[in-house]
């Protein structure tokens, strides 16, 4: 092909032996440990996307049950007032699950962070079978 040119292992070995390129072999060793350090961690981050979707998930069932509650309580209430009330509800459960569920995230790439997401789910009592769209890098292969 004409403006290509073939090299095989022999001649890079040669170039690389001159030192010619050792400044660029040190940059490129950076970026991939810097993709490898990137990719691990979104593993990490996958295995506890599960109970986080489960935590927010089990929120979201217990605003829209008291919302029912309220509803009946105070059926009353304007279109305008109940949207309120209901954004207000939303919001102090988003606020109060945003720290949590970012940490659990960073925890998880340390040693033993699987133990975070699992406290999560027993102090919740999360039903992780209940988030069926949300798969770990292990379930492709049959695990959960």
Same mark, same amino acid.
């Not at 009946?72 to 309120?84: F, Q, V």
């Given at each position: 092909?004409?403006?290509?040119?073939?090299?095989?292992?022999? &001649?890079?070995?040669?170039?690389?032996? *001159?030192?010619?390129?050792? $400044? !660029? /072999? %040190?940059?490129?060793? @950076?970026? +991939?440990?810097?993709?490898?350090?990137?990719?691990?961690?979104?593993?990490?981050?996958?295995?506890?996307?599960?109970?986080?979707?489960?935590?927010?998930?089990?929120?979201?069932?217990?605003?829209?049950?008291?919302?029912?509650?309220? &509803?009946?309580?105070?059926?009353?209430? *304007?279109?305008?007032?109940? $949207? !309120? /009330? %209901?954004?207000?509800? @939303?919001? +102090?459960?988003?606020?109060?699950?945003?720290?949590?569920?970012?940490?659990?995230?960073?925890?998880?790439?340390?040693?033993?962070?699987?133990?975070?997401?699992?406290?999560?789910?027993?102090?919740?009592?999360?039903?992780?079978?209940?988030?069926?769209?949300?798969?770990?890098? *292990?379930?492709?292969?049959?695990?959960?």
């Amino acid at each position: 092909m004409p403006g290509v040119t073939l090299v095989d292992l022999e &001649d890079l070995g040669d170039v690389l032996r *001159d030192g010619a390129y050792e $400044h !660029d /072999v %040190e940059g490129v060793r @950076r970026i +991939v440990a810097g993709e490898v350090e990137s990719f691990l961690d979104a593993r990490h981050t996958d295995r506890v996307a599960p109970t986080v979707v489960a935590l927010r998930s089990h929120a979201s069932d217990i605003v829209e049950a008291e919302l029912g509650r309220f &509803d009946g309580r105070r059926g009353d209430l *304007d279109e305008r007032t109940r $949207h !309120d /009330v %209901e954004q207000l509800v @939303r919001r +102090v459960v988003d606020k109060l699950l945003h720290a949590p569920t970012v940490r659990v995230k960073e925890l998880a790439a340390e040693p033993d962070g699987d133990a975070y997401a699992e406290a999560l789910h027993r102090l919740f009592d999360l039903d992780l079978r209940s988030v069926g769209t949300v798969r770990t890098p *292990d379930a492709e292969d049959g695990a959960r």
